[in-house]
């Protein structure tokens, strides 16, 4: 069984640019949460998708948008990119809405 | 901002002793995870909570779904050198919602 992975797995970009990040889920799970952590803090939620539809966003801009694939797998993308916009990317997938979640690796984003 | 509370916020500890760490909230949730994360890693879920006053073990982990639902509780016994880590609590207060993360317990081995 494959577990989540997530695509890159670094990445700088220049304020302003436009970025996508890219998470496969674990086999036979259709829901994928995306979550953003800065240094020293905990995972923040950004949104969630369930069976290719947003369910759930937490506190985070429109530049901020995501898509979920008929394979389950997800993509996050940010607009517009900010200095604060810096931090590791986390994406969970989970068997269903409110299951347990499994984490990838991250993607970490660099803002200059 | 972050509804959950973790204390202690780090802790240093010796090699065999046992860790207590708990997370708060002035909010029921109805499920609670635990998980650690280790640098440059993704957190890894060690254990879940689904009921009130619920005691879950892995290994020499063992956690606890708090009797009045705003709590939960971790202890690690006998440590070693790998329980080095930032242990994070998750909360989920009803069906539908997303999970909250507390701000994590950094916990130090020294050997």
Redesign the interface.
């Known amino acids: 069984e494959t577990g989540v992975t997530q695509s890159p797995t670094h990445l700088i970009k220049t304020r302003g640019q436009q970025v996508t990040l890219r998470c496969s889920s674990q086999s036979g799970h259709n829901t994928v949460s995306w979550y953003q952590q800065a240094l020293g803090q905990g995972p923040q939620f950004i949104f969630q998708y369930y069976r290719e539809e947003e369910n759930g966003r937490g506190n985070f801009p429109p530049r901020f948008s995501g898509l979920q694939f008929p394979n389950y797998s997800s993509e996050l993308n940010v607009n517009a990119l900010e200095l604060d916009d810096s931090a590791l990317y986390l994406c969970a997938s989970s068997l269903a809405i409110s299951n347990e979640q499994y984490f990838g690796p991250g993607t970490r984003l660099t803002v200059t | 901002g972050?509804q959950?509370n973790q204390s202690p916020q780090s802790m240093f500890i010796q090699e065999g002793e046992d860790v207590s760490m708990n997370c708060t909230s002035s909010s029921i949730f109805n499920?609670w995870?635990w998980?650690k994360q280790e640098p440059?890693?993704?957190?890894?879920?060690l254990i879940?909570l689904y009921k009130a006053g619920e005691l879950t073990s892995n290994g020499r982990l063992t956690a606890q779904f708090g009797i009045t639902r705003k709590d939960s509780f971790l202890n690690i016994s006998a440590s070693i050198p790998s329980d080095v880590g930032i242990y994070?609590c998750?909360g989920?207060r009803n069906?539908?919602?997303?999970?909250?993360?507390?701000?994590?317990t950094r916990l130090s081995v020294l050997p």
């Open positions: 972050q959950l499920t995870l998980y440059g890693e993704g957190p890894v879920l879940a994070f998750a989920l069906y539908g919602q997303n999970f909250v993360f507390g701000p994590g």
